[in-house]
């Protein structure tokens, strides 16, 4: 079974700033996928950014980048510029590729505040 | 492209009701997945289906049936409904595959479910 933990809770950045956003998780899988979905107050859950495991390149998706750390399990958003409508509840995911069902387990949200 | 779709967006129950949700994908995805939303909780899996005519139990099962009559549509079904259903409930899907654009779940706008 796989898990995942993002640790913090709440943050807060000043507009055009730089936040990371933490997230660990755990598997016995070989072939995986991470993601990190955003979730506005409309509550709509947008795709922001993917990463395949066998790839050492972490994604970037415009100001959007992950780092990700294979052997610590590790797999942290950086959203630079932040912007107000950056404003959502972000929830880590990881996918189990390797068998038939790709499920979706979902750490439990960073709500993040932008400032103006 | 509707994309993935849900009916309804609101509902109020009363303990002990019956109801079922709806939902509904044009993209010709095998894969559909309800979960549930909670404060604090994240996303958690209710049941999934790998195919027309199939369903499989996600990690919170009880109290839920589902059926998957036709590919592009999956219900989810309350048949005595609890305080303790009281959540927003998403519907996402997925295509057969794992390459850009198709490892992907697609999520449907949410329906809020007050269980009085």
């Known amino acids: 079974a796989q898990t995942v933990t993002q640790s913090q809770p709440e943050m807060s950045v000043q507009e055009a700033e730089t936040v990371t956003l933490s997230c660990t998780y755990d598997t016995s899988e070989n072939n995986y996928y991470l993601f990190w979905y955003k979730q506005p107050p409309s509550r709509q859950m947008i795709l922001v950014i993917r990463q395949e495991a066998y790839k050492q390149q972490n994604a970037t998706e415009n100001r959007f980048s992950v780092n990700f750390q294979k052997a610590a399990k590790s797999f942290s958003l950086k959203i630079s510029d932040s912007q107000l409508g950056d404003t959502a509840m972000y929830f880590c995911?990881?996918?189990?590729?390797?068998?038939?069902?790709?499920?979706?387990?979902f750490g439990k949200g960073t709500l993040l505040t932008v400032n103006p | 492209n509707a994309g993935v779709t849900q009916t309804p967006k609101f509902r109020v129950l009363k303990t002990g009701q019956s109801m079922t949700l709806l939902c509904a994908q044009d993209?010709?995805?095998?894969?559909m997945y309800w979960y549930r939303q909670d404060p604090g909780m994240g996303l958690r899996l209710i049941h999934y289906?790998?195919?027309?005519?199939?369903?499989a139990k996600g990690e919170v099962p009880d109290g839920y049936n589902v059926s998957r009559l036709k590919k592009q549509n999956f219900l989810l079904g309350l048949e005595s409904a609890a305080p303790s259903q009281t959540s927003v409930y998403f519907c996402?899907?997925?295509?057969?595959?794992?390459?850009?654009?198709?490892?992907?779940?697609?999520f449907g706008p949410g329906t809020r479910l007050t269980v009085l």
């Open positions: 996402a899907s997925r295509s057969r595959g794992t390459g850009v654009g198709t490892d992907t779940q697609y």
């Open positions: 995911a990881a996918e189990n590729s390797g068998g038939s069902n790709y499920k979706l387990t």
């Open positions: 993209m010709n995805h095998e894969y």
């Open positions: 289906s790998v195919g027309e005519g199939t369903t």
